[in-house]
């Protein structure tokens, strides 16, 4: 079975321009997470998706941040205009859905994409 | 959430024991304590999660005290392929959902 993939592995772009960045997470997850890491710095969370919806986007940075998930498969994470602060690892995660508390759920990675922003 | 600490880095050979031990004093009632690891290059991967006393998988051991204030990871025979950062996350579990908080982590160098 396919893990979570992402793409691209690594985009080096101008600063101002756009950049999309995809995740496919694992077939029937219906729980989607956007984390980066940039430079120096802790790996922090960006967003969560449970299926199509935005259940706690409350880590994104500013709205030139964008994501979506259409259809509850795969995601986007567009950022638009690029800045230098940008730059970093980008992760993303997914999970499945297990209900009540004192149960957990392992969340799977992706490899991540680096992103320059020059 | 309940803020972790763990050593910055750890130094061991190929074959011993490494135990890494992480402190979570303000840890409430409905958390568990997860590990996860990761190389670099590639996104953070899980290795075990308990709730109280010990739980061991394959991969590694958890021991958790009785007052829950800190864990140990036991990785049991270390190689060169166990080098890494490893983190200890504190949550309560949600419908599955996994806000994970990673702090600094340990990062391990395991040498021949």
């Known amino acids: 079975e396919a893990g979570v993939t992402q793409f691209p592995s690594h985009s080096v772009i101008e600063k101002g321009q756009t950049v999309t960045l995809r995740c496919d997470p694992i077939?029937?997850?219906?729980?989607l997470y956007w984390y980066r890491r940039v430079m120096g710095k802790e790996i922090k969370f960006l967003l969560h998706f449970v299926k199509e919806s935005k259940q706690d986007e409350s880590g994104m940075p500013n709205n030139r941040f964008l994501a979506e998930r259409t259809g509850g498969t795969y995601s986007t994470l567009k950022v638009q205009p690029a800045e230098l602060e940008d730059s970093g690892v980008y992760f993303c995660a997914s999970s499945d859905t297990q209900g009540g508390v004192g149960v957990n759920t392992e969340a799977f990675f992706g490899q991540g994409t680096r992103l320059t922003v020059v | 959430l309940a803020k972790t600490t763990q050593p910055i880095s750890m130094d061991s050979y190929e074959g011993q024991e490494v135990n890494i031990t992480c402190s979570h004093n303000n840890i409430a009632t409905n958390d568990y304590i997860t590990w996860y690891q990761q190389f670099p290059s590639q996104g953070p991967r899980f290795i075990i999660q308990g709730y109280k006393t010990k739980v061991t998988n394959e991969v590694a051991s958890l021991f958790i005290p009785a007052d829950r204030k800190s864990s140990t990871l036991s990785l049991p025979r270390v190689s060169l392929s166990d080098t890494a950062v490893y983190y200890c996350?504190?949550?309560?579990?949600?419908?599955?959902?996994?806000?994970?908080?990673f702090g600094t982590g340990t990062r391990l160098l395991v040498s021949p």
């Open positions: 077939s029937g997850h219906d729980n």
């Open positions: 996350l504190v949550d309560a579990p949600r419908g599955g959902f996994q806000k994970l908080v």
